[in-house]
Protein backbone atom coordinates (compact mmCIF):
# COMPACT_ATOMS: atom_id res chain seq x y z
CA UNK A 1 0.00 0.00 0.00
CA UNK A 2 3.13 2.29 0.33
CA UNK A 3 2.46 3.45 -3.66
CA UNK A 4 -0.75 4.19 -2.60
CA UNK A 5 0.69 6.74 0.39
CA UNK A 6 2.06 9.62 -1.68
CA UNK A 7 -1.14 9.86 -3.60
CA UNK A 8 -4.20 12.12 -2.91
CA UNK A 9 -7.29 11.12 -2.34
CA UNK A 10 -8.85 12.80 -5.61
CA UNK A 11 -5.75 10.17 -7.74
CA UNK A 12 -7.18 7.27 -5.17
CA UNK A 13 -10.49 7.77 -6.09
CA UNK A 14 -10.12 7.91 -10.05
CA UNK A 15 -7.40 4.94 -9.63
CA UNK A 16 -10.46 3.31 -7.36
CA UNK A 17 -12.94 4.05 -10.26
CA UNK A 18 -10.68 2.23 -12.56
CA UNK A 19 -11.15 -0.79 -9.96
CA UNK A 20 -8.09 -0.74 -8.20
CA UNK A 21 -9.57 -1.78 -5.27
CA UNK A 22 -6.80 -1.36 -3.04
CA UNK A 23 -6.97 2.47 -3.45
CA UNK A 24 -10.50 2.34 -2.06
CA UNK A 25 -9.17 0.81 0.89
CA UNK A 26 -6.40 3.44 1.73
CA UNK A 27 -9.35 6.26 1.04
CA UNK A 28 -11.39 4.46 3.66
CA UNK A 29 -8.28 4.64 6.45
CA UNK A 30 -7.37 7.96 5.44
CA UNK A 31 -10.86 9.05 6.17
CA UNK A 32 -13.00 7.08 8.44
CA UNK A 33 -11.88 8.41 11.52
CA UNK A 34 -12.87 12.27 10.78
CA UNK A 35 -16.00 11.12 8.80
CA UNK A 36 -17.13 8.61 12.14
CA UNK A 37 -16.36 11.71 14.59
CA UNK A 38 -18.50 14.08 12.34
CA UNK A 39 -21.78 11.68 12.32
CA UNK A 40 -21.34 10.66 15.90
CA UNK A 41 -21.35 14.65 16.56
CA UNK A 42 -24.08 14.91 14.11
CA UNK A 43 -26.35 11.82 15.85
CA UNK A 44 -25.30 11.26 19.36
CA UNK A 45 -26.52 7.96 18.81
CA UNK A 46 -23.76 4.94 18.44
CA UNK A 47 -26.13 3.02 16.34
CA UNK A 48 -27.09 5.63 13.82
CA UNK A 49 -24.06 6.56 13.48
CA UNK A 50 -22.96 3.19 12.44
CA UNK A 51 -25.65 2.92 9.60
CA UNK A 52 -24.51 6.63 8.44
CA UNK A 53 -21.31 5.93 8.48
CA UNK A 54 -21.95 3.04 6.66
CA UNK A 55 -24.11 3.78 4.53
CA UNK A 56 -22.04 7.06 3.04
CA UNK A 57 -19.31 4.84 2.19
CA UNK A 58 -21.62 2.79 0.38
CA UNK A 59 -22.80 5.75 -1.40
CA UNK A 60 -19.27 6.83 -2.02
CA UNK A 61 -18.44 3.59 -3.52
CA UNK A 62 -21.24 3.64 -5.71
CA UNK A 63 -20.83 7.04 -7.06
CA UNK A 64 -16.97 6.40 -7.92
CA UNK A 65 -17.65 3.16 -9.56
CA UNK A 66 -20.51 4.65 -11.82
CA UNK A 67 -18.27 7.40 -12.74
CA UNK A 68 -20.32 10.13 -11.09
CA UNK A 69 -17.77 11.37 -8.78
CA UNK A 70 -16.17 14.72 -9.73
CA UNK A 71 -12.89 15.98 -8.29
CA UNK A 72 -14.34 19.13 -6.63
CA UNK A 73 -12.99 20.55 -3.23
CA UNK A 74 -11.68 17.78 -0.77
CA UNK A 75 -12.87 14.52 -0.61
CA UNK A 76 -13.30 14.77 3.02
CA UNK A 77 -15.74 17.13 2.53
CA UNK A 78 -17.43 14.77 0.05
CA UNK A 79 -17.96 12.45 2.01
CA UNK A 80 -19.21 14.36 4.86
CA UNK A 81 -21.59 16.19 2.52
CA UNK A 82 -22.93 12.83 2.01
CA UNK A 83 -23.50 12.01 5.49
CA UNK A 84 -24.82 15.29 6.06
CA UNK A 85 -27.73 14.55 3.80
CA UNK A 86 -27.97 10.84 5.13
CA UNK A 87 -28.68 12.04 8.59
CA UNK A 88 -30.30 14.70 7.73
CA UNK A 89 -32.78 11.91 5.72
CA UNK A 90 -32.50 9.80 8.42
CA UNK A 91 -34.48 12.91 11.08
CA UNK A 92 -37.11 13.29 8.30
CA UNK A 93 -38.04 9.70 8.02
CA UNK A 94 -38.18 9.72 11.75
CA UNK A 95 -40.02 12.36 11.99
CA UNK A 96 -37.79 13.57 15.09
CA UNK A 97 -37.49 17.14 14.01
CA UNK A 98 -35.86 19.66 15.68
CA UNK A 99 -37.92 22.52 17.03
CA UNK A 100 -35.45 25.26 17.06
CA UNK A 101 -32.00 25.38 15.41
CA UNK A 102 -31.13 28.83 16.96
CA UNK A 103 -31.36 30.47 12.94
CA UNK A 104 -34.34 32.37 13.64
CA UNK A 105 -34.71 33.13 16.79
CA UNK A 106 -35.56 36.48 18.25
CA UNK A 107 -33.64 36.47 21.87
CA UNK A 108 -32.21 39.23 22.62
CA UNK A 109 -29.49 36.84 23.19
CA UNK A 110 -29.12 36.56 19.52
CA UNK A 111 -29.35 40.18 18.64
CA UNK A 112 -27.71 42.01 21.32
CA UNK A 113 -25.10 43.72 19.22
CA UNK A 114 -22.90 44.16 22.59
CA UNK A 115 -21.97 40.52 22.38
CA UNK A 116 -20.42 40.70 18.77
CA UNK A 117 -18.40 43.57 19.18
CA UNK A 118 -14.75 42.04 19.48
CA UNK A 119 -14.03 38.66 17.54
CA UNK A 120 -14.38 36.19 20.83
CA UNK A 121 -12.95 33.05 18.56
CA UNK A 122 -9.32 33.84 19.06
CA UNK A 123 -9.68 35.39 22.63
CA UNK A 124 -11.44 32.12 23.33
CA UNK A 125 -9.34 29.58 21.51
CA UNK A 126 -6.64 31.30 22.97
CA UNK A 127 -7.14 30.98 26.81
CA UNK A 128 -9.92 28.35 26.91
CA UNK A 129 -9.71 25.24 28.73
CA UNK A 130 -10.33 22.51 26.00
CA UNK A 131 -12.44 20.50 28.55
CA UNK A 132 -14.75 23.14 29.44
CA UNK A 133 -15.14 24.80 25.95
CA UNK A 134 -16.15 21.03 24.69
CA UNK A 135 -18.82 21.15 27.25
CA UNK A 136 -20.59 24.40 26.39
CA UNK A 137 -20.01 23.82 22.64
CA UNK A 138 -22.17 20.77 23.03
CA UNK A 139 -24.83 23.33 24.70
CA UNK A 140 -25.31 25.10 21.78
CA UNK A 141 -28.00 24.26 19.29
CA UNK A 142 -26.86 21.30 16.53
CA UNK A 143 -26.58 23.66 13.82
CA UNK A 144 -24.04 26.23 15.75
CA UNK A 145 -22.32 22.84 17.30
CA UNK A 146 -22.11 21.37 13.89
CA UNK A 147 -20.36 25.18 12.08
CA UNK A 148 -18.05 24.98 14.97
CA UNK A 149 -16.82 21.73 14.63
CA UNK A 150 -16.24 21.70 10.67
CA UNK A 151 -14.47 25.11 11.46
CA UNK A 152 -12.13 24.59 14.33
CA UNK A 153 -12.06 20.87 14.47
CA UNK A 154 -12.02 19.88 10.83
CA UNK A 155 -10.38 23.05 9.55
CA UNK A 156 -13.04 23.35 7.01
CA UNK A 157 -13.17 26.30 5.13
CA UNK A 158 -16.73 28.42 5.16
CA UNK A 159 -17.38 27.43 1.53
CA UNK A 160 -16.91 23.90 1.97
CA UNK A 161 -18.83 24.30 5.52
CA UNK A 162 -21.77 25.63 3.04
CA UNK A 163 -21.36 22.90 0.68
CA UNK A 164 -21.07 20.48 2.97
CA UNK A 165 -24.55 21.61 5.17
CA UNK A 166 -25.95 22.86 2.08
CA UNK A 167 -26.87 26.33 2.69
CA UNK A 168 -25.58 29.81 1.86
CA UNK A 169 -22.36 31.15 2.87
CA UNK A 170 -23.72 34.08 4.28
CA UNK A 171 -26.02 31.09 6.29
CA UNK A 172 -23.09 29.05 7.43
CA UNK A 173 -21.06 32.63 8.94
CA UNK A 174 -24.36 33.65 10.38
CA UNK A 175 -24.24 30.32 12.32
CA UNK A 176 -20.90 30.86 13.43
CA UNK A 177 -21.45 34.71 14.50
CA UNK A 178 -24.74 33.33 16.70
CA UNK A 179 -22.60 30.32 17.78
CA UNK A 180 -19.86 32.81 18.88
CA UNK A 181 -22.49 35.06 20.74
CA UNK A 182 -23.97 32.16 22.51
CA UNK A 183 -20.53 31.04 23.60
CA UNK A 184 -19.42 34.37 24.91
CA UNK A 185 -22.73 34.99 26.36
CA UNK A 186 -22.06 31.65 28.39
CA UNK A 187 -18.34 32.94 29.34
CA UNK A 188 -19.91 35.94 30.94
CA UNK A 189 -22.77 34.50 32.23
CA UNK A 190 -21.07 32.19 34.15
CA UNK A 191 -18.20 34.87 34.65
CA UNK A 192 -15.83 32.15 33.74
CA UNK A 193 -11.98 32.65 33.35
CA UNK A 194 -11.28 30.15 31.14
CA UNK A 195 -7.34 29.41 31.41
CA UNK A 196 -4.91 27.47 29.33
Not at 20 to 48: I, S
Not at 50 to 70: G, L, P
Not at 77 to 102: E, Y
Request: proline share 2%; hydrophobic share 45%; charged share 25%.
Amino acid sequence: MSKFAAMSDHELAELYEQGVDKAFDVLLERNQEALYAYVMRLTQDVEQANDVFQETFMKAIVCIRSHQYRATGKFSAWLMRIAHNLVIDAVRNSKIMPQCDGDMQSNVLYNNVRLSQECCEDDMLRRADVATLSKMIGMLPPVQQEIVHLRFYEDLSFKEIAQITNVSINTALGRMRYATMNLRKMIMDNSLELAV
